[in-house]
C-alpha cells in the first residue's frame, strides 16, 4: 500500500473528497463579499492540485484576513512596488497621492478614452434627439417645449459635431453671440439676447452635457458646460402696464386679434401664469361667480377672483368653450409680440401677471391675499411682482372695459351656456 504524502495543517481551509467524476476534489474556505462572510468551495479534478491551492489560500487568509485573501498576487506587487517608491519620491520632496486615488484617476482616464473612441461619430444633432425623448415622460408640455426651442437652435449651428468635440470655449462663444430671432425692425443684426435668457439657454445646455456625460450613457467624456458660471443679473424693479397701456394692448386685441382676448383677459384681470392662462378652459367660467378654480399648474390648485373686467372682456369675443388659446405655445409668443407691436405698447416680461398683482395689492391693501389668489408666497409677491401702483391707479386699471362700437349694440353672453342675446 502507497505511503500518503504528509499533508500541512490547514486552518483557513478544508480539502475533502467528493463523488463527483471529473472534479472530486473540493477546497473549502471563507471570503467575503458586499460586507457579508461565506463559505464556498473550488472543486479540483486532482488531490495535488486542490492541497496546493489550499495550501496557497490558507496563507494568504493567515497573512491578509479573510477580506483580503482573494487579492490576486499581482495586485499585492503593484502595492508594493507603490509603497516603495512613493517612498522614494517623498525622500526628495515629491507629494505623492494615494494608491486608490491613482488608481481611480488612471482607470477614469481610460473609461474616457474608450467612450471617446467608441461614441466618436455620435452627433450632437442624434444626442439632442435621444435627450428630448428621455425627458418627454419627465417634464411638462411647456417645459418640454423650451427644451425643443433652446436645443434645437444649437443643434442647427453644431448638430454635425460630435459630442466629444464641443469645447467649453465653444458654448461660451455660442451663448455670448445668440441673438433674438425676433427682428420687427428688419435690422441688420437684431439685438443680443439678454443675461437671464442666455442663462436660461446655459442651463438647457448643462442639463444635456450632464445627461450625455453620465457613465451609463458616455456620449461625451464630461460636462463641458459645468465650467461656465451663469451671467450675473441685475435686479430691477417690478414693472407693471399703465392702466393707459393695458387698455390700447386689450382693445387692440379685441380689434385686430380677438383669439388673444381670452388669454390676455385671463392674465390681466385674473393673474393667471401664462401656462395656465393659454391651456384654461373657457367652459369651466361662470358668469355669476365671484371667483372660479384653476387646477393644477405650477403651485397646485387654487381659487382665483373673477373680476368684473375679466368678465367683459371674455364675453367681449364669441368663444365661450375650449382652451383660452387654441394653438402652440410657440405661435402664442409670435402673436403676443405682434399685438404689442400693433398697440404700439412696450412688452414687459409676464407684464399682465406682474400688472394683476401690482394693482390688485394696491387696491385690497392685502399682500397675503394676494399670494394666495396668484398661488405664491408673500416673498416671492413683494420680490418679483408687486409693482409700486396707487390705489386711484387701480381703480383705473380694474375699469378697464371693451370700447363698444358706434351703431352696434353691446352683447351680454352668458358664458355658462354659451347663448348671446342683444
Given at each position: 500500500?502507497?505511503?500518503?504524502?504528509?499533508?500541512?495543517?490547514?486552518?483557513?481551509?478544508?480539502?475533502?473528497?467528493?463523488?463527483?467524476?471529473?472534479?472530486?476534489?473540493?477546497?473549502?474556505?471563507?471570503?467575503?463579499?458586499?460586507?457579508?462572510?461565506?463559505?464556498?468551495?473550488?472543486?479540483?479534478?486532482?488531490?495535488?492540485?486542490?492541497?496546493?491551492?489550499?495550501?496557497?489560500?490558507?496563507?494568504?487568509?493567515?497573512?491578509?484576513?479573510?477580506?483580503?485573501?482573494?487579492?490576486?498576487?499581482?495586485?499585492?506587487?503593484?502595492?508594493?512596488?507603490?509603497?516603495?517608491?512613493?517612498?522614494?519620491?517623498?525622500?526628495?520632496?515629491?507629494?505623492v497621492?494615494?494608491?486608490?486615488?491613482?488608481?481611480?484617476?488612471a482607470?477614469?482616464?481610460?473609461?474616457?478614452?474608450?467612450?471617446?473612441?467608441?461614441?466618436?461619430?455620435?452627433?450632437?444633432?442624434?444626442?439632442?434627439?435621444?435627450?428630448?425623448?428621455?425627458?418627454?415622460?419627465?417634464?411638462?408640455?411647456?417645459?418640454?417645449?423650451?427644451?425643443?426651442?433652446?436645443?434645437?437652435?444649437f443643434?442647427?449651428?453644431?448638430?454635425?459635431?460630435?459630442?466629444p468635440?464641443?469645447?467649453?470655449?465653444?458654448?461660451?462663444?455660442?451663448?455670448?453671440?445668440?441673438?433674438?430671432?425676433?427682428?420687427?425692425?428688419?435690422?441688420?443684426?437684431?439685438?443680443?439676447?439678454a443675461?437671464?435668457?442666455?442663462?436660461?439657454?446655459?442651463?438647457?445646455?448643462?442639463?444635456?452635457?450632464?445627461?450625455?456625460?453620465?457613465?451609463?450613457?458616455?456620449?461625451?467624456?464630461?460636462?463641458v458646460?459645468?465650467?461656465?458660471?451663469?451671467?450675473?443679473?441685475?435686479?430691477?424693479?417690478?414693472?407693471?402696464?399703465?392702466?393707459?397701456?393695458?387698455?390700447?394692448?386689450?382693445?387692440?386685441?379685441?380689434?385686430?386679434?380677438?383669439?388673444?382676448?381670452?388669454?390676455?383677459?385671463?392674465?390681466?384681470?385674473?393673474?393667471?401664469?401664462?401656462?395656465?392662462?393659454?391651456?384654461?378652459?373657457?367652459?369651466?367660467?361662470?358668469?355669476?361667480?365671484?371667483?372660479?378654480?384653476?387646477?393644477?399648474?405650477?403651485?397646485g390648485?387654487?381659487?382665483?377672483?373673477?373680476?368684473?373686467?375679466?368678465?367683459?372682456?371674455?364675453?367681449?369675443?364669441?368663444?365661450?368653450?375650449g382652451?383660452?388659446?387654441?394653438?402652440?405655445?410657440?405661435?402664442?409668443?409670435?402673436?403676443?409680440?405682434?399685438?404689442?407691436?400693433?398697440?404700439?405698447?412696450?412688452?414687459?416680461?409676464?407684464?399682465?401677471?406682474?400688472?394683476?398683482?401690482?394693482?390688485?395689492?394696491?387696491?385690497?391693501r392685502?399682500?397675503?391675499?394676494?399670494?394666495?389668489?396668484?398661488?405664491?408666497?408673500?416673498?416671492?409677491?413683494?420680490?418679483?411682482?408687486?409693482?409700486?401702483?396707487?390705489?386711484a391707479?387701480?381703480?383705473?386699471?380694474?375699469?378697464?372695459?371693451?370700447?363698444?362700437?358706434?351703431?352696434?349694440?353691446?352683447?351680454?353672453?352668458?358664458?355658462?351656456a354659451?347663448r348671446?342675446?342683444?
Amino acid at each position: 500500500m502507497a505511503k500518503q504524502p504528509k499533508r500541512p495543517e490547514l486552518t483557513h481551509c478544508k480539502v475533502s473528497q467528493t463523488t463527483h467524476a471529473r472534479a472530486p476534489w473540493r477546497v473549502f474556505f471563507t471570503t467575503e463579499e458586499d460586507g457579508k462572510r461565506k463559505r464556498v468551495f473550488k472543486s479540483f479534478a486532482s488531490e495535488v492540485n486542490a492541497w496546493s491551492f489550499a495550501e496557497r489560500k490558507d496563507l494568504d487568509i493567515s497573512n491578509h484576513g479573510v477580506r483580503f485573501g482573494d487579492i490576486p498576487a499581482e495586485v499585492r506587487r503593484a502595492f508594493d512596488y507603490f509603497r516603495d517608491e512613493s517612498a522614494a519620491l517623498r525622500g526628495i520632496g515629491a507629494e505623492v497621492p494615494r494608491f486608490e486615488d491613482l488608481v481611480s484617476t488612471a482607470l477614469a482616464d481610460i473609461r474616457a478614452r474608450h467612450q471617446e473612441t467608441a461614441i466618436a461619430a455620435l452627433p450632437v444633432a442624434e444626442s439632442v434627439e435621444k435627450f428630448i425623448d428621455y425627458k418627454r415622460s419627465r417634464v411638462g408640455p411647456r417645459q418640454l417645449n423650451d427644451l425643443k426651442d433652446r436645443l434645437k437652435r444649437f443643434a442647427t449651428e453644431h448638430g454635425d459635431k460630435s459630442m466629444p468635440s464641443i469645447t467649453t470655449t465653444l458654448v461660451e462663444s455660442w451663448l455670448g453671440n445668440l441673438r433674438s430671432l425676433r427682428n420687427p425692425g428688419n435690422n441688420g443684426k437684431p439685438a443680443l439676447l439678454a443675461p437671464l435668457t442666455r442663462n436660461h439657454y446655459r442651463a438647457t445646455l448643462h442639463a444635456l452635457f450632464e445627461h450625455a456625460s453620465a457613465p451609463a450613457r458616455g456620449w461625451c467624456p464630461r460636462n463641458v458646460v459645468s465650467e461656465l458660471e451663469p451671467e450675473q443679473v441685475a435686479s430691477e424693479e417690478p414693472e407693471a402696464y399703465s392702466p393707459e397701456d393695458s387698455g390700447k394692448v386689450m382693445q387692440t386685441a379685441l380689434d385686430r386679434k380677438p383669439e388673444l382676448v381670452p388669454f390676455l383677459a385671463l392674465g390681466f384681470f385674473a393673474g393667471l401664469r401664462v401656462s395656465e392662462a393659454e391651456a384654461f378652459d373657457l367652459g369651466k367660467l361662470d358668469k355669476d361667480a365671484a371667483e372660479f378654480r384653476v387646477a393644477g399648474g405650477k403651485t397646485g390648485a387654487r381659487v382665483v377672483p373673477f373680476t368684473a373686467a375679466c368678465k367683459e372682456w371674455i364675453l367681449s369675443q364669441p368663444r365661450r368653450k375650449g382652451r383660452a388659446w387654441l394653438q402652440s405655445s410657440r405661435k402664442l409668443v409670435d402673436e403676443v409680440a405682434a399685438l404689442f407691436l400693433l398697440a404700439g405698447v412696450q412688452q414687459i416680461d409676464n407684464g399682465a401677471r406682474h400688472s394683476f398683482i401690482s394693482y390688485r395689492c394696491a387696491e385690497t391693501r392685502d399682500i397675503a391675499a394676494v399670494a394666495d389668489e396668484c398661488g405664491n408666497s408673500i416673498g416671492t409677491i413683494k420680490k418679483h411682482y408687486r409693482s409700486i401702483v396707487t390705489a386711484a391707479e387701480a381703480t383705473k386699471f380694474f375699469a378697464i372695459r371693451p370700447e363698444k362700437k358706434r351703431g352696434r349694440k353691446a352683447k351680454i353672453t352668458n358664458i355658462e351656456a354659451g347663448r348671446a342675446s342683444a
